[in-house]
Protein backbone atom coordinates (compact mmCIF):
# COMPACT_ATOMS: atom_id res chain seq x y z
CA UNK A 1 0.00 0.00 0.00
CA UNK A 2 1.36 3.35 -0.64
CA UNK A 3 2.48 5.48 1.50
CA UNK A 4 1.47 9.44 1.71
CA UNK A 5 3.59 11.68 -0.26
CA UNK A 6 4.40 13.19 2.85
CA UNK A 7 5.94 10.32 5.06
CA UNK A 8 7.64 9.08 1.81
CA UNK A 9 9.61 12.08 1.03
CA UNK A 10 11.64 13.72 3.48
CA UNK A 11 12.46 17.75 3.50
CA UNK A 12 15.77 18.49 2.80
CA UNK A 13 17.30 20.55 5.86
CA UNK A 14 16.88 24.12 4.39
CA UNK A 15 13.68 23.46 3.04
CA UNK A 16 12.64 22.22 6.43
CA UNK A 17 13.96 25.26 8.17
CA UNK A 18 11.72 27.87 5.85
CA UNK A 19 8.41 25.41 6.13
CA UNK A 20 9.10 25.41 10.03
CA UNK A 21 9.48 29.31 9.72
CA UNK A 22 6.08 29.84 10.20
CA UNK A 23 5.48 28.42 13.38
CA UNK A 24 7.28 32.07 14.32
CA UNK A 25 3.95 33.51 13.04
CA UNK A 26 2.54 31.37 16.88
CA UNK A 27 3.55 34.28 19.20
CA UNK A 28 1.67 37.07 16.71
CA UNK A 29 -1.65 34.88 17.03
CA UNK A 30 -1.33 34.41 20.98
CA UNK A 31 -1.24 37.79 20.57
CA UNK A 32 -4.18 38.32 19.40
CA UNK A 33 -5.60 36.48 21.66
CA UNK A 34 -5.10 38.31 24.57
CA UNK A 35 -6.19 41.29 22.80
CA UNK A 36 -8.82 39.48 22.44
CA UNK A 37 -9.27 38.83 26.13
CA UNK A 38 -8.68 42.77 26.69
CA UNK A 39 -11.75 43.65 24.52
CA UNK A 40 -14.41 41.36 26.39
CA UNK A 41 -12.74 43.20 29.74
CA UNK A 42 -13.51 46.70 27.66
CA UNK A 43 -17.13 45.12 26.92
CA UNK A 44 -17.70 44.21 30.19
CA UNK A 45 -17.26 48.17 31.27
CA UNK A 46 -19.48 49.55 28.54
CA UNK A 47 -21.97 47.15 29.48
CA UNK A 48 -21.98 47.62 33.17
CA UNK A 49 -21.40 51.62 32.83
CA UNK A 50 -24.44 51.15 30.22
CA UNK A 51 -26.60 49.15 33.40
CA UNK A 52 -25.50 51.62 35.80
CA UNK A 53 -26.28 54.95 33.91
CA UNK A 54 -29.57 53.72 32.14
CA UNK A 55 -31.89 56.17 34.29
CA UNK A 56 -29.82 59.14 33.18
CA UNK A 57 -28.75 58.88 29.87
CA UNK A 58 -31.02 59.95 27.30
CA UNK A 59 -32.09 58.08 24.36
CA UNK A 60 -29.08 58.92 22.03
CA UNK A 61 -26.60 58.36 24.62
CA UNK A 62 -28.13 55.03 25.10
CA UNK A 63 -27.78 54.19 21.22
CA UNK A 64 -24.19 55.90 20.99
CA UNK A 65 -22.90 53.50 23.74
CA UNK A 66 -24.94 50.73 22.21
CA UNK A 67 -22.92 51.58 19.00
CA UNK A 68 -20.29 51.20 20.79
CA UNK A 69 -20.74 47.30 21.92
CA UNK A 70 -21.63 46.72 18.66
CA UNK A 71 -18.44 48.03 17.78
CA UNK A 72 -15.94 45.97 19.92
CA UNK A 73 -18.27 42.76 19.03
CA UNK A 74 -17.35 43.24 15.20
CA UNK A 75 -13.83 44.06 15.91
CA UNK A 76 -13.92 40.76 18.53
CA UNK A 77 -15.26 38.89 15.50
CA UNK A 78 -12.34 40.68 13.11
CA UNK A 79 -10.27 39.10 15.32
CA UNK A 80 -11.50 35.60 15.82
CA UNK A 81 -10.88 35.50 11.88
CA UNK A 82 -7.68 36.47 11.61
CA UNK A 83 -6.81 34.00 14.40
CA UNK A 84 -8.72 31.03 13.51
CA UNK A 85 -8.40 31.69 9.84
CA UNK A 86 -4.69 33.15 9.53
CA UNK A 87 -3.43 30.27 11.85
CA UNK A 88 -5.98 27.14 9.68
CA UNK A 89 -3.95 29.04 6.19
CA UNK A 90 -0.29 29.89 7.44
CA UNK A 91 0.63 27.85 9.97
CA UNK A 92 -0.56 24.38 10.81
CA UNK A 93 -4.37 22.46 10.52
CA UNK A 94 -6.48 22.45 13.46
CA UNK A 95 -8.15 19.52 13.24
CA UNK A 96 -11.83 20.81 13.25
CA UNK A 97 -13.72 18.56 10.64
CA UNK A 98 -16.35 16.81 11.69
CA UNK A 99 -16.36 19.57 15.08
CA UNK A 100 -20.06 20.24 15.83
CA UNK A 101 -18.71 23.89 16.79
CA UNK A 102 -16.70 24.15 13.57
CA UNK A 103 -17.28 27.25 11.70
CA UNK A 104 -19.10 27.05 8.56
CA UNK A 105 -16.52 29.52 6.60
CA UNK A 106 -13.50 27.73 8.10
CA UNK A 107 -14.06 24.58 5.47
CA UNK A 108 -13.37 26.51 2.74
CA UNK A 109 -10.95 28.91 3.55
CA UNK A 110 -7.85 30.29 1.88
CA UNK A 111 -5.74 33.25 1.54
CA UNK A 112 -8.07 35.03 -1.13
CA UNK A 113 -11.19 34.42 0.88
CA UNK A 114 -9.59 35.43 4.18
CA UNK A 115 -8.95 38.85 2.68
CA UNK A 116 -12.20 39.07 1.44
CA UNK A 117 -14.12 38.42 4.62
CA UNK A 118 -11.40 40.58 6.39
CA UNK A 119 -12.13 43.67 3.95
CA UNK A 120 -16.11 42.91 4.35
CA UNK A 121 -15.70 43.18 8.26
CA UNK A 122 -13.53 46.33 8.20
CA UNK A 123 -16.11 47.92 6.15
CA UNK A 124 -18.72 46.39 8.86
CA UNK A 125 -16.73 48.16 11.34
CA UNK A 126 -16.00 51.82 9.66
CA UNK A 127 -19.87 51.79 9.35
CA UNK A 128 -20.58 51.59 12.85
CA UNK A 129 -17.69 54.37 13.40
CA UNK A 130 -19.71 56.23 11.08
CA UNK A 131 -22.87 55.99 11.87
CA UNK A 132 -21.45 56.84 15.68
CA UNK A 133 -20.05 60.00 13.87
CA UNK A 134 -23.38 60.94 12.70
CA UNK A 135 -25.60 60.67 15.67
CA UNK A 136 -23.33 62.53 17.48
CA UNK A 137 -23.14 65.44 15.31
CA UNK A 138 -26.85 65.08 14.96
CA UNK A 139 -26.79 65.74 19.05
CA UNK A 140 -25.31 68.82 18.62
CA UNK A 141 -28.04 71.04 18.76
CA UNK A 142 -26.68 73.92 17.01
CA UNK A 143 -23.25 74.32 18.98
CA UNK A 144 -20.21 75.58 17.38
CA UNK A 145 -17.43 73.52 16.53
CA UNK A 146 -14.34 74.05 19.16
CA UNK A 147 -11.61 75.49 17.82
CA UNK A 148 -7.98 74.59 17.91
CA UNK A 149 -7.32 77.25 21.06
CA UNK A 150 -10.61 75.94 22.40
CA UNK A 151 -9.52 72.29 22.14
CA UNK A 152 -5.66 72.72 23.56
CA UNK A 153 -7.87 74.53 26.65
CA UNK A 154 -9.91 71.11 27.10
CA UNK A 155 -7.89 70.07 30.21
CA UNK A 156 -7.63 73.43 31.96
CA UNK A 157 -11.89 73.71 31.13
CA UNK A 158 -11.70 70.23 32.82
CA UNK A 159 -9.96 71.11 35.61
CA UNK A 160 -11.60 74.36 36.36
CA UNK A 161 -15.16 72.19 36.34
CA UNK A 162 -16.26 74.95 33.36
CA UNK A 163 -18.43 73.24 30.56
CA UNK A 164 -17.10 73.84 27.38
CA UNK A 165 -20.09 75.54 24.83
CA UNK A 166 -18.89 73.66 21.57
CA UNK A 167 -18.64 70.84 19.63
CA UNK A 168 -14.90 68.87 18.77
CA UNK A 169 -16.74 67.68 15.84
CA UNK A 170 -15.46 69.34 13.04
CA UNK A 171 -16.50 69.36 9.27
CA UNK A 172 -13.69 68.35 7.69
CA UNK A 173 -13.34 65.37 10.17
CA UNK A 174 -16.81 63.87 9.13
CA UNK A 175 -15.84 64.50 5.45
CA UNK A 176 -12.86 62.27 5.81
CA UNK A 177 -14.03 59.54 8.13
CA UNK A 178 -16.76 59.42 5.35
CA UNK A 179 -14.01 59.47 2.42
CA UNK A 180 -12.49 56.53 4.10
CA UNK A 181 -15.26 54.91 4.53
CA UNK A 182 -15.68 54.78 0.66
CA UNK A 183 -12.25 53.98 -0.11
CA UNK A 184 -12.82 50.77 1.96
CA UNK A 185 -15.57 49.78 0.38
CA UNK A 186 -14.02 50.14 -3.31
CA UNK A 187 -10.83 48.22 -1.84
CA UNK A 188 -13.29 45.61 -0.77
CA UNK A 189 -14.86 45.23 -4.07
CA UNK A 190 -11.43 45.30 -6.14
CA UNK A 191 -10.31 42.33 -4.03
CA UNK A 192 -13.80 40.42 -4.79
CA UNK A 193 -13.41 41.30 -8.25
CA UNK A 194 -9.44 40.13 -8.72
CA UNK A 195 -10.12 36.95 -6.47
CA UNK A 196 -13.41 36.38 -8.66
CA UNK A 197 -11.59 36.90 -11.97
CA UNK A 198 -8.59 34.51 -10.46
CA UNK A 199 -10.94 31.61 -10.03
CA UNK A 200 -12.48 32.06 -13.08
CA UNK A 201 -8.88 31.73 -14.66
CA UNK A 202 -8.21 28.71 -12.39
CA UNK A 203 -11.13 26.92 -13.67
CA UNK A 204 -10.22 27.75 -17.17
CA UNK A 205 -7.01 26.26 -16.79
CA UNK A 206 -8.72 23.03 -15.35
CA UNK A 207 -11.39 22.61 -17.81
CA UNK A 208 -8.36 22.84 -20.60
CA UNK A 209 -6.46 19.99 -18.70
Not at 17 to 28: A, D, K, M, N, T
Not at 57 to 86: A, F, K, R, T
Not at 111 to 135: N, R
Not at 190 to 197: E, F, L, N, P, Q
Request: aromatic letters at 8%.
Amino acid sequence: MDQPLYTRRRLGALPLLIFSSRWLQLPLYVGLIVAQCVYVYLFGKELWHLIHEAPSLGEQEIMLIVLGLIDVVMISNLLIMVIVGGYETFVSRLGLEGHPDQPEWLSHVNASMLKVKLAMAIIGISSIHLLKTFIAAGTLNGLPFCSPEVLASIAQADEAGSVLKCATLTPVGVMWQTIIHVAFIFSAIGIAWTDRIMHAHMAKITEEH
